[in-house]
């Protein structure tokens, strides 16, 4: 009997050991989408519902990249209304749900990468601001695709004048009216200078220096003031904190070494995210 009891108390000692064993870990690249229309499926979601970064596969196979495809990575979609603040929380907003992606995906043995564009990455910087990412201990880094994060002069001039909260957040006064210096990881910062079209190529009188027809280098390279930089890599004008130009030849499109930056346009710019992203992993 008493041999019995003991293999019974094995049996639940060893049931329980089972039961508590964590899950196999996991890498996250989880997309920041940019300023668009309201999501029609807000959430944190494994596929891009409202098309956001579909034009940016540059391998044909929509949603993934090739670090995705060959199975060491997963991707996960912050899909939040477009047109609203990136800085605010609530139903269908950016802030909840990266807050949300953070200490879901960021921690307990998983490592995570953002991969943000535009105003998306305007959203990354407020919530590093805000201390959200404190306890993501896997948080590795943020790929920038064409940053929106010092604001645009499109915004300013009131180009879109649409008035919705995301263009007001987008105005160089307001964009760098807060803290960008609180970023816990390094920030990949990439830069495209080419805009495609009269109406798009005639934005860049209203800009300034270098751009991609939206944002100028002074934000897409993370510089800590606005300027006409027209060089991503510029020793004579301070950057943010942890900010790091990239700049690779592999990819869809190839950089352009005289200014560090890409010949394409601001949408163009979430394809290199995405080749950043897999150069960066060893997948390019």
Not at 234 to 241: I, M
Request: charged letters at 10%.
């Amino acid at each position: 009997m008493t041999k019995l009891k003991s293999l019974a108390a094995l049996l639940v000692l060893g049931g329980a050991a089972v039961l508590t064993t964590p899950a196999m870990a996991v890498n996250y690249v989880i997309y920041v989408h940019g300023r668009s229309a309201p999501a029609t499926n807000c959430g944190i979601n494994t596929s891009d519902n409202n098309g956001n970064f579909n034009s940016s596969d540059s391998y044909g196979s929509a949603n993934r990249s090739r670090a995705v495809t060959a199975g060491s990575w997963r991707s996960l979609f912050i899909n939040y209304d477009g047109n609203s603040d990136p800085r605010t929380y609530g139903t269908c907003r950016a802030q909840t749900y990266i807050q949300s992606a953070l200490n879901t995906y960021c921690k307990n043995g998983n490592q995570c990468v953002f991969l943000c564009h535009s105003a998306g990455c305007m959203a990354m910087d407020y919530a590093f601001e805000q201390g959200n990412a404190s306890g993501a201990t896997g948080l590795l880094y943020v790929v920038n695709a064409a940053s929106a994060s010092g604001g645009s002069a499109l915004a300013s001039a009131g180009a879109w004048a649409t008035g919705t909260g995301m263009d007001n957040a987008l105005k160089i006064s307001t964009a760098r009216s807060w803290n960008h210096n609180n970023n816990p990881v390094t920030e990949y910062m990439t830069a495209g200078y080419a805009c495609y079209g009269a109406t798009a190529c005639s934005a860049s009188v209203v800009i300034g220096g270098s751009d991609d027809s939206a944002v100028n280098f002074a934000s897409t390279c993370g510089f800590s003031s606005n300027g006409n930089m027209t060089k991503c890599v510029d020793p004579n004008n301070a950057k943010y904190k942890s900010r790091s130009t990239y700049c690779n030849s592999k990819g869809a499109k190839p950089c352009n070494t005289s200014n560090s930056a890409y010949n394409t346009d601001h949408t163009g710019m979430k394809c290199v995210g995405r080749d950043a992203f897999d150069r960066l992993t060893g997948n390019l």
